[in-house]
Nanobody
Framework: QVQLVESGGGLVQAGGSLRLSCVAS????????MAWFRQAPGKEREETAT????????TYADSVEGRFTISRDNAKNTVYLQMNTLKPEDTALYYC????????????WGQGTQVTVSS
């Protein structure tokens, strides 16, 4: 099992920044990638950013490319999502997730942290 705990959400004005953190514990060795998903009311869950646990390779959704940066600190078992130039449409519940196999849905999820961007 892998446990994930997010923090760092909050209320911010449009154009502002926030940094989310996700601390992993448990069977860390089983993780191959970490990702940040988000889900806004009435919308489907969207995978916004992903990073490989060992090599640090990153991928981004078009909606956040150039504004969000995912990173990890393996020594701290922590993944970050730096969100800049936030827009009201970035308002959502953000989840951290861990994959144990590439190209499969993540089996491990955090509880979510709310990000609200006011206009």
């Amino acid at each position: 099992q892998v446990q994930l705990v997010e923090s760092g959400g909050g209320l911010v004005q449009a154009g502002g920044s926030l940094r989310l953190s996700c601390v992993a514990s448990g069977r860390i060795f089983s993780i191959v990638t970490m990702a940040w998903f988000r889900q806004a009311p009435g919308k489907e869950r969207e995978e916004t950013a992903t990073i490989t646990w060992s090599g640090g390779r990153t991928t981004y959704a078009d909606s956040v490319e150039g504004r969000f940066t995912i990173s990890r600190d393996n020594a701290k078992n922590t993944v970050y999502l730096q969100m800049n130039t936030l827009k009201p449409e970035d308002t959502a519940l953000y989840y951290c997730a861990a994959r144990t196999y590439y190209s499969r849905p993540p089996p491990y999820w955090g509880q979510g942290t709310q990000v609200t961007v006011s206009s």
